[in-house]
């Protein structure tokens, strides 16, 4: 079934997360049937391009795999450019062009506005978009990450920003919530009766959640060195992975009731002390054979920067459910492989097989690249009764349902479009996950070199070494692989 009639307005279309992530998600709706004729894409930015200047510029061949004509052509007939400056432009000039697209598609006020801008002019747009024309239809507007540099930034933007906006009108996205794995461990959790007996700390030794980068800063050093990886990646996606993996049930409501039950994990963090936390920032070193420069080296970073450019955390929540477990973060750039996922490791079994236990159970939630939910079990060893041995029963996701999966953009913009909040962080959980960064921020030490190319500074091993316990880094591949020396 078709998607409501609506119009798109992107700004900051000229920017990469619209030529990159956003275009391409809209290509793939289109391929998919899912948007009306009616569904007009107003693109602003503030390039003075024409029309043909500003497609030219998507660059649509890099970023969309075996294009379909039909559909592209389709996706560009859409578009309309629209040149503005938020400090000069004149508001009225804008106002007129949106509504000639209205005029011209002529089929219902409804409004998506994508806001893919800094932080800093939110609220300025804000203000502007309120003088569109939105009596006979509803508006969603969607804020990207980050939302807020702190509690106090977070708190003042949501009070601007809602002089203009009801709260069922805002979406900030947090795009991991989009990836299909991370959609999934709610399943997992709630659709397989086998794990909800065994999710919490009767059951679970500890949780490791790891999102390792190859990439650098690339071209975005004015952002990121005043922002580092606490901010960028932990405040938000590791965070909401944690919520994701800790929160209760949610009831019928589903959209409500998560997002109710994501902010109680949040309000349940204990707060970070010192000697949870590990900071780091790269230096030089080689990814996959190639030499990169030192994260101070970088074009836009300062040459004594303090930025971190890794983090590690062991974090803990105390309610009856997590009370004692650990919850290991760690996020970083320039590190040895690009992967996320998720481990959830399970106490050693008392009654095993000869009397030793056995390996401790663990479940795997590969979130990327090669998505997939692996559990490692307990089997007999062939011919020798009294040893088992730790299989990997592996699902891998595309294998199984093929190349079609959502990318995230495509999952958050189909949502919006529905109205449906539920994979959308409210103002509650995004100021609570503020107040525990805010801390973290206070109490952690300055950061500490580590090699591009490593799994990241020698302290961040020590973190867990001090619990007796070792980040589970070795590729879990093969059909059976150890996982002795844990404890
Ligand atoms: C963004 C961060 O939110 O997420 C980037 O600002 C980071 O620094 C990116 O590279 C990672 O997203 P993904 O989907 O590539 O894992």
């Known amino acids: 079934m078709k998607l409501e009639s609506q119009m798109i307005i992107i700004f900051g279309a000229t920017g990469d997360l619209s030529r990159r992530k956003l275009i391409p998600s809209l290509y793939y709706l289109i391929g998919k049937q899912l948007l009306t004729d009616c569904t007009p894409v107003v693109c602003i930015g503030r390039k003075n391009l024409t029309q043909q200047e500003f497609i030219k510029h998507l660059s649509v061949e890099q970023f969309i795999r075996n294009q379909d004509p039909q559909v592209m052509q389709d996706l560009i007939g859409r578009i309309t450019y629209l040149s503005f400056d938020m400090e000069s432009g004149n508001s009225d000039e804008f106002i007129d062009g949106v509504n000639d697209v209205q005029k011209k598609y002529g089929c219902t006020q409804n409004k998506l506005i994508y806001f893919a801008l800094p932080t800093s002019i939110f609220e300025q747009t804000v203000q502007l978009i309120n003088k569109l024309d939105s009596e006979n239809g509803w508006r969603r507007i969607v804020f990207e990450k980050p939302f807020g540099a702190d509690l106090a930034s977070a708190r003042r933007l949501d009070a601007n920003i809602r002089t203009f906006l009801g709260e069922d009108e805002i979406y900030r996205v947090d795009h991991y919530l989009g990836k299909e794995l991370v959609q999934n461990i709610l399943t997992l959790r709630f659709a397989n009766e086998i794990f909800s007996g065994v999710w919490g700390a009767h059951a679970i030794d500890h949780v490791q959640i790891t999102v390792s980068e190859t990439l650098g800063v690339e071209k975005r050093a004015g952002y990121y060195d005043k922002n580092g990886a606490v901010r960028d990646m932990i405040q938000n996606h590791l965070l909401q992975l944690l919520s994701f993996v800790a929160l209760e049930p949610p009831d019928d409501d589903v959209a409500e009731s998560l997002r109710d039950q994501a902010e109680a994990v949040m309000r349940d963090l204990q707060p970070l002390e010192e000697a949870d936390i590990v900071l780091g920032q790269y230096g030089s070193g080689v990814i996959d054979s190639e030499k990169v420069r030192a994260y101070r080296m970088e074009p836009g970073v300062a040459e004594n920067s303090t930025t971190e450019t890794y983090a590690a955390i062991r974090a803990h929540i105390n309610n009856d459910r997590w009370r004692g477990v650990p919850f290991y973060l760690r996020t970083g750039k320039r590190l040895r492989q690009r992967h996320a996922d998720i481990k959830i490791v399970f106490r050693q079994c008392v009654r095993g097989s000869g009397g030793n236990g056995g390996e401790p159970n663990l479940i795997i939630i590969r979130i990327q690249p090669d998505e997939g939910i692996a559990l490692a079990v307990n089997v007999q060893k062939p011919g020798e009764e009294d040893k088992t041995v730790s299989v990997l029963m592996d699902f891998c996701h595309h294998c199984h349902f093929g190349p079609n999966t959502p990318e995230a953009y495509e999952s958050i913009l189909r949502n919006v479009m529905e109205g449906d909040h539920s994979l959308f962080p409210r103002q509650d959980w995004i100021e609570s996950s503020w107040k525990y960064v805010d801390r973290l921020r206070a109490v ?44």
């Open 444 to 487: 952690a030490s300055a950061p500490t070199a580590y090699p591009a190319g490593s799994t990241g500074p020698e302290e961040a091993d020590a973190l867990l070494e001090a619990d007796g316990r070792r980040w589970l880094d070795e590729e879990p591949a093969a059909a059976v692989f150890s996982l002795s020396s844990l404890h």
